[in-house]
Nanobody, 115 residues
Framework: QVQLVESGGGLVQPGESLRLSCAAS????????MSWYRQAPGKERELVAD???????NYADSVKGRFTISRDNAKKTVALQMNNLKPEDTAVYYC?????????WGQGTQVTVSS
């Protein structure tokens, strides 16, 4: 049974940082691409960052230079370090796994950036 469990969301002020983590199980993590998506109220879900099984990263233009995605294949976790957060980063953040055969989603964690 595939599980993606996100943690680390919360309420922060503009300019502060948060670190999201996603614990994976039930599939071959080391061979899967991992991503973080987000969905703000009234908007479509969008890709924030992804990391290939080999560690190649890709970021949305809106978060480049502020967010960093990383993975630990031994621990089967993927993290998203978010610095200099802005109100427009407010959204539910979802962990995503792309295996050879299927895409899986976590349940999401809320990030709210507000003064």
């Amino acid at each position: 049974q595939v599980q993606l469990v996100e943690s680390g969301g919360g309420l922060v002020q503009p300019g502060e940082s948060l670190r999201l983590s996603c614990a994976a199980s039930g599939f071959t993590f080391s061979r899967s691409a991992m991503s973080w998506y987000r969905q703000a109220p009234g908007k479509e879900r969008e890709l924030v960052a992804d990391i290939s099984h080999g560690g190649i990263t890709n970021y949305a233009d809106s978060v480049k230079g502020r967010f960093t995605i990383s993975r630990d294949n031994a621990k089967k976790t993927v993290a998203l370090q978010m610095n200099n957060l802005k109100p427009e980063d407010t959204a539910v953040y979802y962990c995503n796994a792309l295996t050879i055969t299927q895409r899986y989603w976590g349940q999401g964690t809320q990030v709210t950036v507000s003064s």
